[in-house]
């Protein structure tokens, strides 16, 4: 006689056991234990575009500030009577535009890591594969360029600034040159913080970072950096279009 074994285990009072949890239904499929890297980009851009929406701000109203001032008379008490202290500021101009030269090389730089750090992102999964060989790529120190010549833009604006003492101008010469060093020693400080995230994203690779965070922190620095050479072709034009 035909008998009828169940496929599911019963215990002795007659109850099923309780099934497995189900994991990364949330994820699309993902387990709990595998990042989703994706999801992080978007994230830390979200943040780096409210960051350079910020800075940018900063500097909407520094540029106000200038063109207000440059057209606002002073009172003065001993003749009793407005008179205009705006000045003129010699800059040294062709110091400045090696600078911007810099800049903008190392904003080509950085951008050739970006696609480097995405690259190899992308071919990660690939490369995983025993068996797979994907051949010799090219490893050129992109991050490392970068940062040679970010160090070079602000040496070469201390250079600057150093020249532009020599000449007699200072931060309380006239209005005009207050508003100089201002707007150069913002940029460079926002420069700097750069400098910090370039940085960390070059050592990246010493610490073993997993190549998808590593291209999360390029690309992330790589977006900043472009903005801040944006910054300065701004700054450098208004400087010498409103004198």
């Excluded at 056991?17 to 709990?32: E, F, H, K, L, Q």
């Excluded at 071919?123 to 790529?137: K, M, Q, R, T, Y």
């Excluded at 913002?186 to 590593?214: C, N, Q």
Aim: hydrophobic share 50%; aromatic share 12%.
């Amino acid at each position: 006689m035909a008998t009828y074994t169940p496929s599911t285990p019963i215990d002795d009072i007659g109850h099923k056991p309780p099934a497995p949890p189900v994991t990364g239904g949330g994820d699309d499929g993902r387990s709990g234990d595998v990042p989703d890297y994706g999801a992080r980009l978007r994230r830390a851009r979200l943040g780096l575009i409210c960051g350079i929406a910020t800075v940018g701000m900063v500097f909407i109203s520094l540029t106000s500030a200038y063109i207000f001032r440059r057209g606002l008379p002073t009172f003065q008490g001993e003749s009793n009577s407005y008179v205009r202290d705006w000045g003129s500021v010699d800059l040294p101009w062709v110091l400045l535009g090696i600078n911007t030269a810099i800049l903008l090389f190392s904003s080509i730089t950085m951008e050739l890591a970006r696609r480097k750090a995405a690259r190899q992102a992308a071919l990660a999964p690939v490369s995983s594969i025993p068996g797979i060989s994907l051949g010799d790529e090219q490893n050129f120190p992109w991050l490392g360029v970068t940062v040679v010549l970010g160090f070079a833009f602000l040496i070469g604006q201390w250079l600057a600034w150093s020249a532009m003492h020599t000449r007699g101008f200072f931060v309380y010469t006239n209005p005009s040159s207050s508003f100089a060093f201002l707007l150069t020693i913002a940029h460079a400080v926002h420069l700097g913080g750069g400098m910090i995230a370039l940085i960390w994203a070059a050592s990246a690779s010493l610490l073993r970072k997993p190549v998808e965070s590593r291209r999360i922190a390029v690309d992330i620095t790589a977006w900043y950096w472009h903005f801040m050479a944006a910054l300065w072709i701004y700054i450098f034009l208004l400087l010498g279009l409103a004198r």
